[in-house]
């Protein structure tokens, strides 16, 4: 997010802004989209637009416009939840005159596929056009998800059992700092962690964002990346989309913990026919 907000910024040539802008509205929706399922399904598992996640993760992969149906059923379980992520309905709920973030990522997402459908800008005035009315939703979804910061997204390397205490001293880097690099540092938490998992800190306990994102090692990059499951193939197992280059990774594990966004996995109908 930082590092796409970033982009935006130094970006010189309309063409290149016009996608960085595009890129922008899609690494918010997916942040925001991730937080939302790794709280549904903690404090709302029967929910079901974790059921319709699940079948596009199983079917032709999660879009942007799952993850906006995500946020928004967040938002409402949140509105009447005491355990809510600080700041989150306030931000992704319209109010007078001012879209929420959904509503803007929205926006940028209907851009995006007119750009994919052909419509793309032709040249660099077409360009700054079309950033002159892109630019303004983009700073408005920024703004409104602008409680992200207090709720900061940190993977797990080590945890280990305070003994005069009994809490937990849980070193983690620090997903989200504006430097692209990890600031490692350490935390105190009640509850044992995952090592190698990343986990959005918060309290009371800290939520799981396992498998929307993981740290798995890319071939291509020749060291781990942070990656995001995209769908389930049926023969290579959960196909993981690294942020920073798109790279593809595999990962057969992670099947098992994709098929248990929903909490009683349906009757299996196919009989062997
Ligand atoms: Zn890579």
Known sequence: MARAARAVQTAQD?????QYLLDLGE???LTLGMLSASWLRQFAPVDPSLETLHRAYRLRGVSQGHWHEVVKAAEKKMAKSEAGVPGFVDGVRSRKGEPGVVEALKEILAERNRAAHGARPHNRGEAAARNSDLAPIAEIAVTRADFLADSPWALVEGVSLRRNDKRWNVRVRRAMGDHPDFDALTQVADQPLA???FYVMVAPEPLDLTPMLVMRY?????????CHADRIDEKAGVSLKSFARGHQVFDTDLVQEVD?????????KRTGS
């Open 195 to 197: 090592n190698d998992t």
């Open 260 to 268: 248990a966004l929903v909490p009683t996995k349906p009757a299996d």
């Open 27 to 29: 690494a918010l929706t």
């Open 14 to 18: 309309p063409l290149e802004q016009y």
């Open 218 to 226: 890319c071939d291509q990059c020749r060291q781990p990346e942070v």
